[in-house]
Nanobody, 113 residues
C-alpha cells in the first residue's frame, strides 16, 4: 500500500513563497506521474501541476510562471515550489499518483492579503 505524506503548508503573506513536499513510502515516483491538486472551501478540487515519470511537466494556467513541480527520486519526494503567492492560492493541497490513484492527507496553505 502506497502512502503519500504532504508537508510544508502554512501561513504566508501575499507575494511570499512556500515549498510543499510529498513523500512516498516507496519508489513509486519513478514509475508514475504525480500531480499536485488543491481544494479551496466551497470549490472543486483542481489540478495545479503534474510531473510524469519521464519528467514532463504540466501546469494550470493560474500558476504558470509562479509554481514549479520537481522530483527528487533518491528521496522518493515530489515538491511544489510556490512563489508570488496570491490569496486565491489558499487551499488544501494534495498530491496524487495519477495511475494508481493514491492521495495524501493534504496540507493547508493560507495566504494573507
Amino acid at each position: 500500500q502506497v502512502q503519500l505524506v504532504e508537508s510544508g503548508g502554512g501561513l504566508v503573506q501575499a507575494g511570499g513563497s512556500l515549498r510543499l513536499s510529498c513523500a512516498a513510502s516507496g519508489s513509486i515516483f519513478s514509475i508514475e506521474a504525480v500531480g499536485w491538486y488543491r481544494q479551496a472551501p466551497g470549490k472543486q478540487r483542481e489540478l495545479v501541476a503534474t510531473i510524469s515519470s519521464g519528467g514532463r511537466l504540466n501546469y494550470a494556467d493560474s500558476v504558470k510562471g509562479r509554481f514549479t513541480i520537481f522530483r527528487d527520486s533518491a528521496k522518493n519526494t515530489v515538491y511544489l515550489q510556490m512563489n508570488s503567492l496570491k490569496p486565491e492560492d489558499a487551499a488544501v493541497y494534495y498530491c496524487h499518483t495519477e495511475r494508481s490513484g493514491h492521495w495524501g492527507q493534504g496540507t493547508q496553505v493560507t495566504v494573507s492579503s
